[in-house]
């Protein structure tokens, strides 16, 4: 779901030296029932009063006895013990990205209500490092965004990504090793009551961004009883057939959805990264650039792939939909496409933060559930996508690398219910090229009567304190201090 935006997060982290190697050795590592031994967390940029900390859990749920891997945990305190409620899950985004420095970041943009109330628990989803961790060994070139993004030919063929697809599956079922067929959302769910039980506490809350929604709205089905307050900020359709496949869909719509405040900025007067005079004019101009890349493409050294071609321009356009801040990121590349002149330096993860990144991405997309193999439905979908949805041009219905993915799934997807407590609260801008509003819509149809949703009028995906409004921060902010939360949903505009 946000797997670019994640990207950018792991590149980050990496060179700060905060993902591989954060934790300091640790002592043996928690069982259910005992408690974890938490020591002073390694690595730049971080709270002092953040502690880590590793938990033991089992490899495969189906045999809990056998074989044990290690998950990497952290936390702040609470900054007022005495008004302790428990603990407050930072559930990450991706699939393929971790919480670990999250109570060091975003936990500390929590108000103070919050944070005097609850320990903020970061944590590495089961194969991230430096939880116990996996790689598929996959080649340089399949580690760039526009593979793991299946655009398809230029001409919307999709035989060159069906291609890519067997080469990754087959690295994968080579080099991923066993870990790799037990990564998957509900695993994800097992883990975290696992850590919940860990930290000795009975029930759990839970503020999930992006594909976090997705695994904190399923542990809320499969733990019921052991939430307290669950936020979804920017939730996908949680489908019970298709999952992450509906999720690749949406970009059809949260392209469409974002673009025209693209556009709109793009024209501004005064803008120095100005496209064209009317904000009508952006959208023709960009669809003729990237058809000219997809038949010349610009040498473009040291970038994955080493061109600049259509799919990488509009690769970049919706990275950058994502935060209207990022903006400029896709209006100086087009600027430097249209002028011929220098190209913005390429800023690409470095390779082993990809192939981590990328198979504990890949594992949970393809274990959730089953796609399709036939290149004949890929190819139908592509062609329809294509002539409805140009600025994405038949990406969002190509197949991934679950098209040719070893292994079948254990089980089918979760479907979510409103069987349990009414305590999940939902937040969601209005313009989300990732989790678009129309996604988030199925989200809160399926929860029913336990869940409210606050509709914020904003631009930009994750919406609590980051991309939202006052409003809608104010509503989540009340409801995880006091658990105050609207009787009915609401809009804020």
């Not at 934790?23 to 971080?46: D, F, K, N």
């Not at 503020?207 to 976090?212: D, E, H, K, L, R």
């Not at 061109?307 to 087009?334: C, F, H, K």
């Not at 631009?459 to 105050?484: I, K, M, P, Q, W």
Request: glycine share 8%.
């Amino acid at each position: 779901m946000t797997m670019t935006k994640s990207i950018r997060t792991a590149s980050l982290i990496a060179a700060t030296g905060v993902v591989l190697g954060l934790l300091a050795p640790v002592t043996a590592s928690a069982r259910p029932g005992q408690t974890l031994h938490w020591t002073r967390c390694q690595g730049a940029g971080l709270d002092p009063r953040q502690e880590c900390a590793t938990l033991a859990v089992p490899m495969d749920y189906a045999h809990p006895d056998g074989a044990r891997i290690d998950l990497a945990v952290s936390r702040i305190p609470a900054e007022n013990p005495s008004a302790r409620r428990g603990a407050l899950l930072l559930v990450p985004g991706g699939p393929g990205g971790d919480s670990l420095d999250d109570p060091s970041g975003k936990g500390q943009k929590l108000p103070q209500g919050v944070r005097d109330s609850y320990d903020l628990i970061g944590f590495a989803p089961r194969g991230n490092a430096p939880s116990t961790s996996v790689s598929c060994g996959l080649e340089h070139r399949d580690l760039a965004v526009t593979a793991l993004r299946p655009w398809p030919g230029p001409d919307g063929s999709v035989d060159r990504t069906m291609a890519t697809a067997r080469r990754m599956a087959d690295a994968c079922a080579h080099n991923g090793g066993e870990l790799l067929r037990h990564i998957s959302t509900v695993d994800n769910a097992r883990d975290i009551d696992r850590i919940r039980a860990a930290l000795g506490d009975r029930k759990l809350s839970a503020w999930g961004v992006s594909y976090g929604t997705y695994v904190a709205a399923v542990y809320a089905q499969l733990f019921p009883q052991r939430t307290d307050r669950i936020v979804l900020d920017s939730s996908g359709n949680p489908d019970p057939v298709r999952v992450e496949r509906a999720w690749l869909q949406a970009y059809e719509v949260g392209v469409e959805d974002n673009f025209p405040e693209f556009a709109k900025w793009a024209s501004g007067p005064g803008n120095p990264y100005r496209l064209a005079p009317t904000a009508a004019e952006v959208r023709p101009l960009f669809l003729r650039l990237a058809a000219r890349l997809d038949r010349e493409p610009i040498p473009w050294p040291g970038a994955n792939p080493e061109e600049l071609n259509g799919d990488v321009l509009r690769q970049t356009l919706l990275n950058s939909l994502y935060d209207p801040d990022d903006y400029p990121t896709a209006a100086r590349l087009i600027l430097a496409a249209q002028k011929g002149g220098a190209l913005p330096a390429p800023q690409t993860p470095p390779d082993e933060v990809m192939q981590n990144y990328t198979a504990v991405g890949a594992a949970t997309i393809c274990n959730d559930a089953a796609w399709p193999r036939s290149a004949a439905v890929y190819q139908k979908g592509v062609d329809e996508s294509r002539a409805k949805y140009p600025l994405t041009a038949g990406m969002p219905r190509n197949a991934m690398v679950c098209a040719a993915w070893p292994w079948q799934p254990k089980r089918a997807p979760v479907r979510i219910t409103d069987g349990g407590p009414a305590d999940v609260l939902l937040v969601q801008d209005v313009r989300d090229v990732a989790t678009p509003l129309s996604s988030a819509l199925k989200m809160r149809e399926a929860f029913g009567r336990r869940a409210v949703m606050v509709t914020v009028n904003s631009t930009g995906h994750d919406a609590y304190l980051d991309n939202g409004n006052a409003c809608g921060d104010e509503t989540v902010s009340r409801f995880l201090a006091t658990g105050e939360r609207p009787r009915r949903d609401v809009y804020c505009g």
